[in-house]
């Protein structure tokens, strides 16, 4: 079937995961129409009508391909013909390591970049609902700021709420570096396995030298379209918690109860912190009941001061900000597409993915899945162990449903290498980094080789 008759994807939100899923769409050969909601109907936070328009920071982060996970995700997209990547790297600007552009140089490259595609019809208006079955291809990738009738559009049609409050995000903490001279595996009262939390305990000085760091702490300010956003009350930051009572997050999250330190039996904590599997690998940790809007830097002294967390690696720290989610390991399938509807997907941070480049390399798949779809072809999802393919997985089943949150791409996500020295030992540190980065990349080629040769 020529184009020109080829039925098109409708990509729902233009910007950096809708932008990128059309460029995807359209180098294969498949028609599409971009339907962005602006200028006819703005947002709190974009000032321009601009596609890809990047409304917080300039940066993409780390460049560092071989030692920074987000770096590595810069350069498998750039293999895979990046529209967001090649503006990017247009309009670089000074930075270090890291990959900032000139915002408005980026913004128009892309837009210009789409405007030029014969295929790429772009539609400025609102689309108030999810649709029916006459568009039978579909990418929703408005991002947390989906309009509100189309997040009620949402929620009726997954059964499952779009958060659209203050959403808070508990820190996450790598597991190799937790010290567990201290900490312990434990479930309260032994239930489940038995062992489904690890534990680190706080004595009574300790506990209340950790809430008098808590309600000292600085935290960060809300912008002013956040202000009249109402914090969940199932979900309130840490240090809230904290300063309602100094007993309250003893009697709360902290709760030392069915607990029993085996490094000290005889002693009773007055507070215990605990730590649940964030993802099925179990190389992720998050720390229960620790949402919090303290500032990155107070997060990582104050909560250092917990006995096993002293050396504390971050995956991911926390944040309270308003957000628009869906369960995306509960609700979608391999290739982004909803279980009870797989031809509607979603991509970009309505997905859980935080962070830009994240969102663009969800729009990236999204657009290529749908693309073999349209040409009569299985779409094929990348390796498991590459920087997109551990990020897909972990927002269509590698997270915990019951606890997914947004998620910037780590190093935490991947299989572990399984590769020893002789010794028997596997890379630590950089070197633990700079192999799973060559194993990705590796893979990454034979799975894009593979892909071009089932498409000739």
Known sequence: MGSARMNPVHIIGGGLAGSEAAWQAVRAGVPVVLHEMRPVRPTEAHVTDGLAE???????????????????????????????????DTHRVPAGSALA????????AV????????????????????????????????GPLTSPDLARSIRETTGEDALAFFDAIAPIVYTESIDFSKAWFQSRYDKGDGADYINCPLTGDEYEAFVD?????????FKDWEKDTPYFEGCLPVEVMAGRGRRTLAFGPLKPVGLTNPHDPQ????????????????????????????????????????????GAEFARLGGVHRNTFINSPKLLHRTLGLKTRPNLRFAGQITGCEG????????????????????????SPPPSTTALGALLGHLTGDAMPETFQPMNVNFGLFPPIEAADAGGRRPRGRDRKQALSARALKDLDAWLGETRAAAE
């Open 101 to 108: 552009v000139d915002r408005v140089g980026f913004s128009r």
């Open 213 to 221: 760091a808590l309600c000292g702490a600085d935290t960060t300010a």
């Open 267 to 310: 002693t009773k904590p007055r507070a215990v912190v605990q730590l649940r599997q964030d993802n099925a690998l179990g190389t992720l940790y998050n720390m229960v009941g620790f949402q919090t809007k303290l500032t990155h830097g107070e997060q990582k002294r104050v909560f250092r001061t917990i006995p096993g967390l002293e």
């Open 54 to 88: 990047l409304v917080c920071s300039n940066s993409l982060r780390s460049d560092d391909a071989e030692h920074n996970a987000v770096g590595l995700l810069h350069e498998e997209m750039r293999r895979l013909g990046s529209l967001i990547m090649r503006a990017a």
């Open 356 to 379: 830009y480049v994240e969102s663009a390399a969800m729009g990236l798949l999204a657009g290529r899945f749908a693309a073999a779809e349209r040409l009569g072809r299985t779409p």
């Open 111 to 142: 837009q210009e970049a789409l405007e030029a595609e014969p295929l790429v019809t772009i539609q400025r208006e609102e689309v108030p609902a999810l649709p029916d079955e006459a568009w039978d291809s579909v990418i929703v990738a408005t």
